[in-house]
Protein backbone atom coordinates (compact mmCIF):
# COMPACT_ATOMS: atom_id res chain seq x y z
CA UNK A 1 0.00 0.00 0.00
CA UNK A 2 1.05 3.84 -0.67
CA UNK A 3 3.06 5.22 2.26
CA UNK A 4 4.38 8.40 2.82
CA UNK A 5 6.33 8.54 5.79
CA UNK A 6 7.82 12.18 7.03
CA UNK A 7 10.75 13.68 8.83
CA UNK A 8 10.14 14.48 12.55
CA UNK A 9 8.93 18.53 13.77
CA UNK A 10 11.77 20.82 13.97
CA UNK A 11 12.51 23.58 15.64
CA UNK A 12 14.72 26.52 14.11
CA UNK A 13 16.05 29.76 15.11
CA UNK A 14 15.05 32.96 12.39
CA UNK A 15 16.86 32.42 9.22
CA UNK A 16 17.82 29.23 9.73
CA UNK A 17 16.93 26.46 6.84
CA UNK A 18 15.16 23.45 6.82
CA UNK A 19 15.04 20.38 5.43
CA UNK A 20 11.77 17.97 5.65
CA UNK A 21 11.73 14.40 4.08
CA UNK A 22 9.46 12.40 2.93
CA UNK A 23 10.46 8.74 1.96
CA UNK A 24 7.65 6.65 -0.39
CA UNK A 25 6.82 3.20 -0.53
CA UNK A 26 4.32 1.16 -2.09
CA UNK A 27 4.57 2.08 -5.68
CA UNK A 28 7.29 3.31 -8.68
CA UNK A 29 8.73 6.59 -7.21
CA UNK A 30 8.77 8.22 -10.88
CA UNK A 31 5.49 7.42 -11.75
CA UNK A 32 3.80 10.40 -9.24
CA UNK A 33 4.79 13.70 -8.54
CA UNK A 34 4.56 15.46 -5.55
CA UNK A 35 3.62 18.93 -4.01
CA UNK A 36 4.61 20.27 -0.99
CA UNK A 37 1.75 22.15 1.25
CA UNK A 38 1.37 23.82 4.47
CA UNK A 39 -0.86 24.56 6.81
CA UNK A 40 -0.26 27.30 9.50
CA UNK A 41 -1.80 26.73 13.32
CA UNK A 42 -5.71 27.32 13.05
CA UNK A 43 -5.10 28.25 8.92
CA UNK A 44 -6.20 26.79 5.49
CA UNK A 45 -3.79 24.55 3.21
CA UNK A 46 -1.40 26.69 1.28
CA UNK A 47 0.75 24.96 -1.78
CA UNK A 48 4.06 25.82 -2.29
CA UNK A 49 5.16 23.85 -4.81
CA UNK A 50 5.64 20.68 -7.18
CA UNK A 51 8.22 18.05 -8.36
CA UNK A 52 8.17 15.76 -11.21
CA UNK A 53 9.78 13.01 -9.80
CA UNK A 54 10.91 11.76 -13.57
CA UNK A 55 12.33 14.43 -14.94
CA UNK A 56 13.08 16.85 -11.55
CA UNK A 57 11.20 19.71 -13.04
CA UNK A 58 9.80 22.36 -10.33
CA UNK A 59 7.32 24.82 -10.38
CA UNK A 60 7.36 26.95 -6.74
CA UNK A 61 4.41 29.52 -5.64
CA UNK A 62 5.61 33.27 -6.32
CA UNK A 63 5.36 33.62 -2.38
CA UNK A 64 8.47 31.45 -2.06
CA UNK A 65 10.47 31.66 -5.33
CA UNK A 66 13.81 32.05 -4.28
CA UNK A 67 13.50 30.62 -0.90
CA UNK A 68 12.19 27.01 -1.68
CA UNK A 69 14.00 23.98 -3.27
CA UNK A 70 12.23 20.77 -3.77
CA UNK A 71 14.48 17.66 -4.78
CA UNK A 72 13.56 13.85 -4.94
CA UNK A 73 16.09 11.31 -4.77
CA UNK A 74 14.85 8.15 -6.62
CA UNK A 75 17.67 6.05 -5.40
CA UNK A 76 15.63 6.05 -2.01
CA UNK A 77 12.23 7.42 -3.15
CA UNK A 78 12.23 10.22 -1.14
CA UNK A 79 11.63 13.60 -1.44
CA UNK A 80 12.79 16.96 -0.18
CA UNK A 81 11.56 20.08 0.75
CA UNK A 82 14.24 22.73 1.72
CA UNK A 83 12.71 26.15 2.74
CA UNK A 84 15.78 29.16 3.87
CA UNK A 85 16.10 32.19 5.71
CA UNK A 86 13.04 31.13 7.87
CA UNK A 87 10.48 33.62 10.06
CA UNK A 88 8.33 33.05 12.68
CA UNK A 89 5.59 33.06 9.99
CA UNK A 90 6.83 29.56 8.20
CA UNK A 91 5.87 27.81 11.58
CA UNK A 92 3.68 25.32 10.08
CA UNK A 93 2.90 21.83 9.47
CA UNK A 94 4.15 20.80 6.12
CA UNK A 95 3.10 18.01 4.38
CA UNK A 96 3.88 16.40 1.04
CA UNK A 97 1.50 14.93 -1.27
CA UNK A 98 1.80 12.72 -3.82
CA UNK A 99 0.32 13.85 -7.19
CA UNK A 100 -2.23 11.20 -9.06
CA UNK A 101 0.06 11.42 -11.96
CA UNK A 102 3.59 11.75 -13.19
CA UNK A 103 2.80 15.39 -14.41
CA UNK A 104 2.50 18.77 -12.27
CA UNK A 105 -0.63 20.06 -12.81
CA UNK A 106 -4.07 18.26 -13.81
CA UNK A 107 -3.54 15.85 -11.10
CA UNK A 108 -5.21 15.94 -7.43
CA UNK A 109 -3.67 14.94 -4.19
CA UNK A 110 -4.39 11.53 -3.83
CA UNK A 111 -1.88 10.49 -0.75
CA UNK A 112 -0.45 12.86 1.72
CA UNK A 113 2.06 12.39 4.36
CA UNK A 114 1.46 12.72 7.97
CA UNK A 115 2.88 16.11 8.34
CA UNK A 116 5.79 17.79 9.72
CA UNK A 117 5.75 20.87 12.59
CA UNK A 118 8.29 23.15 11.80
CA UNK A 119 8.23 25.71 14.54
CA UNK A 120 10.23 28.57 14.12
CA UNK A 121 11.28 30.56 17.22
CA UNK A 122 14.11 32.69 18.83
CA UNK B 1 -4.73 33.47 -10.49
CA UNK B 2 -7.59 31.66 -9.72
CA UNK B 3 -9.52 32.10 -5.97
CA UNK B 4 -11.79 29.66 -4.87
CA UNK B 5 -14.14 30.96 -2.44
CA UNK B 6 -15.95 27.93 0.51
CA UNK B 7 -19.22 28.90 1.82
CA UNK B 8 -20.23 28.75 4.35
CA UNK B 9 -17.99 28.75 6.82
CA UNK B 10 -19.38 26.87 9.05
CA UNK B 11 -21.72 24.38 8.58
CA UNK B 12 -23.63 23.27 11.79
CA UNK B 13 -25.67 19.99 11.52
CA UNK B 14 -26.63 16.48 13.36
CA UNK B 15 -25.82 12.93 11.94
CA UNK B 16 -28.02 11.96 9.62
CA UNK B 17 -28.85 15.42 8.26
CA UNK B 18 -27.81 16.17 4.41
CA UNK B 19 -24.79 18.66 4.54
CA UNK B 20 -24.30 20.85 1.32
CA UNK B 21 -20.99 22.90 0.77
CA UNK B 22 -20.35 25.07 -2.23
CA UNK B 23 -17.21 26.42 -3.75
CA UNK B 24 -16.82 29.25 -6.24
CA UNK B 25 -14.22 29.99 -8.60
CA UNK B 26 -13.59 33.70 -9.63
CA UNK B 27 -13.11 33.25 -13.19
CA UNK B 28 -14.89 30.04 -15.18
CA UNK B 29 -12.84 26.67 -14.51
CA UNK B 30 -12.70 23.26 -16.08
CA UNK B 31 -14.78 20.79 -13.88
CA UNK B 32 -12.00 17.92 -14.63
CA UNK B 33 -9.85 19.31 -12.66
CA UNK B 34 -11.98 20.18 -9.29
CA UNK B 35 -11.18 17.98 -6.16
CA UNK B 36 -12.34 18.29 -2.67
CA UNK B 37 -10.60 16.86 0.65
CA UNK B 38 -11.45 16.43 4.20
CA UNK B 39 -9.27 17.30 6.90
CA UNK B 40 -9.68 15.89 10.37
CA UNK B 41 -8.17 17.65 13.58
CA UNK B 42 -4.21 16.46 13.86
CA UNK B 43 -4.98 14.52 10.74
CA UNK B 44 -3.74 15.04 7.00
CA UNK B 45 -6.29 16.02 3.97
CA UNK B 46 -7.36 13.49 2.00
CA UNK B 47 -8.96 13.22 -1.46
CA UNK B 48 -12.47 12.66 -1.61
CA UNK B 49 -13.37 13.75 -5.03
CA UNK B 50 -11.69 14.58 -7.89
CA UNK B 51 -12.60 15.64 -11.84
CA UNK B 52 -15.41 17.17 -9.85
CA UNK B 53 -17.67 14.04 -9.40
CA UNK B 54 -15.06 11.29 -9.14
CA UNK B 55 -15.17 9.62 -5.87
CA UNK B 56 -11.70 8.53 -4.90
CA UNK B 57 -10.66 5.23 -3.56
CA UNK B 58 -12.49 4.02 -1.27
CA UNK B 59 -14.96 6.42 -0.57
CA UNK B 60 -18.77 6.12 0.65
CA UNK B 61 -21.43 6.72 -1.75
CA UNK B 62 -22.95 9.31 0.37
CA UNK B 63 -20.30 11.75 -1.10
CA UNK B 64 -20.89 12.98 -4.18
CA UNK B 65 -19.48 16.16 -6.42
CA UNK B 66 -21.48 17.96 -8.63
CA UNK B 67 -21.00 21.27 -10.95
CA UNK B 68 -19.29 24.01 -13.60
CA UNK B 69 -18.07 26.78 -14.40
CA UNK B 70 -17.29 28.56 -11.11
CA UNK B 71 -19.90 26.85 -9.40
CA UNK B 72 -19.44 23.66 -7.55
CA UNK B 73 -20.49 21.64 -4.53
CA UNK B 74 -20.04 18.90 -2.04
CA UNK B 75 -22.79 16.59 -0.84
CA UNK B 76 -23.05 14.19 2.13
CA UNK B 77 -25.93 12.77 1.44
CA UNK B 78 -26.60 11.81 5.36
CA UNK B 79 -23.91 12.80 7.82
CA UNK B 80 -21.90 10.04 9.80
CA UNK B 81 -20.34 10.56 12.71
CA UNK B 82 -16.89 10.53 11.28
CA UNK B 83 -17.94 12.82 8.54
CA UNK B 84 -17.95 16.14 11.08
CA UNK B 85 -14.19 17.60 9.39
CA UNK B 86 -12.95 20.73 7.34
CA UNK B 87 -13.53 20.55 4.00
CA UNK B 88 -10.97 21.93 0.92
CA UNK B 89 -11.81 22.41 -2.59
CA UNK B 90 -9.00 22.77 -4.84
CA UNK B 91 -8.42 23.50 -8.63
CA UNK B 92 -5.68 21.73 -9.65
CA UNK B 93 -5.90 22.52 -13.38
CA UNK B 94 -3.40 25.22 -13.10
CA UNK B 95 -0.26 26.69 -11.39
CA UNK B 96 -0.77 27.37 -8.84
CA UNK B 97 -3.48 25.01 -7.65
CA UNK B 98 -5.29 26.90 -5.33
CA UNK B 99 -6.82 25.56 -2.12
CA UNK B 100 -10.77 27.24 -0.80
CA UNK B 101 -10.48 28.52 2.53
CA UNK B 102 -12.67 25.53 4.03
CA UNK B 103 -16.03 24.81 5.23
CA UNK B 104 -15.80 23.14 8.63
CA UNK B 105 -19.15 20.64 9.28
CA UNK B 106 -19.57 20.49 12.86
CA UNK B 107 -22.37 18.59 15.02
CA UNK B 108 -24.95 20.88 16.08
Known amino acids: QVQLVQSGAEVKKPGASVKVSCKASGYVFTRHGFSWVRQAPGQGLEWMGW????????DYAQKFQGRVTMTADTSTSTAYMELRNLSSDDTAVYYC???????????????WGQGTLVTVSS | EIVLTQSPGTLSLSPGERATLSCRAS???????LGWYQQKPGQAPWLLIY???SRATGIPDRFSGSGSGTDFTLTISRLEPEDFAVYYC?????????FGQGTKVEIK
Open chain 1, 97 to 111: ARLLGRGLIYYPFDY
Open chain 2, 90 to 98: QYYGSSPPP
Open chain 1, 51 to 58: INTYNDNT
Open chain 2, 51 to 53: GAS
Open chain 2, 27 to 33: QSVSSSY
